[in-house]
């Protein structure tokens, strides 16, 4: 009886510690920005996995929300398993060592207890540091990096030393001295102490029940994925509309005070700019498309819009490279990064921004500060940028390490939007195909259109021309003279002068290739 009252008065500390300690990491998470193991979990594992095996993870558990919402799901469980294992192992050796003591008075919590937890919970913390290492720098508020490792470091160690704490107190308070005798009043007691114990459980879950369903509603499975649809496309793309692509469950909601952009590495001088100081350096407005590696052959990731800030180029040259500098490795502050060529940093093109169509960058495409890249694909272009580091070698982004590239040039693409070719268009009468094309920052010379499956093809009409660093919008109107189910295709040439690969090509490793071809029907 001793025993299956310690087993189970364990269980029920452990989980209720477990609890606590779980509401703990939400209490952090929402407030400072702490990210909790099953991000961390998440952005540790993601990178190291094949894309191959990634994107067929992905695809059988139903996409990238449900593989985001399964990862933070288990870690939450398997946080409650393994405080229901430790309260259990616990509760037996909390008795065990009871037994064994000379004390009249049986003490509530033995010393081989006090070692057990303080053991534990130094090494999960120590095995957190360790396998957390490459993301502590994570911090969802944008505090700067040195900061930021630390603030997880200490919310891991206050989260797991609340674990060790309630346990302790839990199991010591609900099973002390008398209350596991077998008297009827102890009896009694041992349930009331039970009923407690869980009318705490009850209220951490209720708490952290409610954090949890703030945060899902914070989450970014609404909008991870948006893309342009439909049979209209604009030249500029609205905020609303814009493309977007994130790795994360809950994206940053940075503290602009507390945020700050560090240029560091291999540097003269180191130094961190707040945000005043970026926005009151002289500026440039640039416009500049921007497309996912993962837009397949006629799909939306992808859009342009207006962008002001400073060319990252003043920063790096305000901390003086060292000579061996290969690389920027860019940290945001998901924890995310990725690396571009020092070169391509130093172009004047490549900007540091803070203002997206005249408003302050939305938060899901990079509040405070983001960096554009252009010519190479979306996920050059950090969002949330808190750390520039100039390396000596080629430095591998989240989902380089993956496999995708090595090139992330984005080729020349084009495809259609208007128009809607859902019904037969009547003979004799001018369709009117519309559509964009893009070639990274090499911009786009020629489009042409051919509306009887690529066997003839005519040049169309640019109908808007950005800049090299955008997307071109074109049409082409047409009389069709025959009936029937037929197809048009679309192909362009980059500024460069090199034509867009017909060939098809998925999008891994290094993005899609080949032409957009569309089906419409014309009637007699
Ligand atoms: N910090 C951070 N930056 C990031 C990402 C991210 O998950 N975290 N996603 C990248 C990817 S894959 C793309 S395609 C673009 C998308 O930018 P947008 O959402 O503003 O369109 O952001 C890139 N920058
Ligand atoms: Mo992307």
């Not at 909790?36 to 894309?51: F, H, S």
């Not at 996409?63 to 192992?89: A, C, D, E, I, T």
């Not at 616990?90 to 053991?119: F, I, K, N, Q």
């Not at 397949?296 to 800030?309: P, Y």
Request: hydrophobic fraction near 40%; aromatic fraction near 10%; glycine fraction near 12%.
């Amino acid at each position: 009886m001793r025993w299956i009252k310690a087993a189970l008065f364990g269980m029920l500390g452990g989980l209720v510690a477990a609890l606590l300690m779980t509401t703990t990491m939400l209490i952090l998470r929402y407030v400072f920005g702490m990210p909790i193991p099953a991000e961390l979990l998440g952005d540790r594992i993601a990178p190291t996995m094949p894309v191959n095996e990634f994107l067929s993870l992905m695809a059988r558990i139903g996409g990238y929300n449900k593989l985001k919402m399964f990862g933070v799901r288990s870690v939450l469980q398997g946080q409650l398993g393994v405080g229901l294992g430790f309260g259990l192992l616990y509760g037996l050796l909390t008795e065990w060592a009871r037994g064994r003591s000379s004390d009249p008075d049986r003490p509530r919590t033995p010393r081989p207890s006090v070692l057990l937890v303080v053991a534990a919970g130094v090494l999960a913390w120590l095995v957190s540091i360790v396998g957390f290492w490459p993301v502590l720098d994570t911090n969802f508020r944008g505090f700067p990096t040195v900061w930021a490792v630390l603030a997880t470091m200490l919310g891991l160690a206050v989260s797991y030393g609340v674990f060790g704490a309630s346990m302790v107190a839990l199991y010591g308070w609900s099973t002390s001295r008398r209350s596991l005798s077998a008297s009827a009043t102890d009896g009694q007691r041992i349930g009331r102490r039970a009923a407690l114990t869980l009318g705490v459980g009850v209220a951490a879950g209720i708490v952290g029940g409610g954090l949890l369903r703030r945060l899902y509603t914070l989450a970014t499975f609404s909008y991870d994925g948006l893309r342009l649809r439909g049979t209209v496309v604009t030249p500029i793309t609205p905020n609303d509309q814009f493309y977007c692509v994130t790795k994360n469950v809950v994206d940053p909601s940075v503290w602009k005070p507390v945020w700050g952009l560090r240029i560091d590495g291999l540097v003269e001088n180191s130094r961190t700019y707040d945000f005043d100081e970026i926005a009151a350096m002289p500026s440039i407005d640039q416009e500049t498309t921007l497309m996912c590696i993962s837009n397949g052959v006629g799909d939306g990731l992808i859009s342009n819009a207006k962008w002001r800030g400073v060319p990252l180029r003043d920063l790096i040259g305000q901390a003086g490279p060292q000579d061996g500098v290969v690389e920027a490795l860019l940290h945001g502050a998901d924890g995310y990064s990725d690396s571009v060529a020092i070169e391509k940093a130093l172009e004047t093109t490549t900007l540091v921004v803070y203002e997206m169509n005249g408003e302050p960058l939305p938060e899901r495409h990079g509040y405070p500060v983001r960096l554009i890249v252009p010519g190479l694909f979306g996920e050059k272009n950090i969002k949330w940028v808190t750390r520039v580091e100039l390396v000596d070698h080629d430095a591998k982004g989240f989902y380089e390490q993956q496999g995708w590239g090595p090139s992330f040039v984005v080729p020349v693409r084009s495809r259609f939007f208007g128009p809607d070719r859902s019904k037969p268009f009547p003979i004799g009468q001018p369709i009117t195909f519309t559509g964009i094309a893009f070639a990274g920052n090499r911009g786009i010379s020629k489009v042409e259109v051919s509306t009887d499956d690529g066997r003839t093809w005519s040049e169309a009409t640019i109908d808007y021309r950005g800049g090299p660093t955008t997307w071109v919008l074109w049409s082409h109107e047409f009389s069709p003279e025959e009936a029937g189910d037929r197809r048009a295709v679309v192909r362009a040439t980059d500024g460069a002068g090199e034509a867009q690969i017909t060939r098809y090509r998925g999008i891994v490793p290094g993005g899609s290739t080949g032409l957009h071809r569309v089906p419409y029907v014309v009637s007699a």
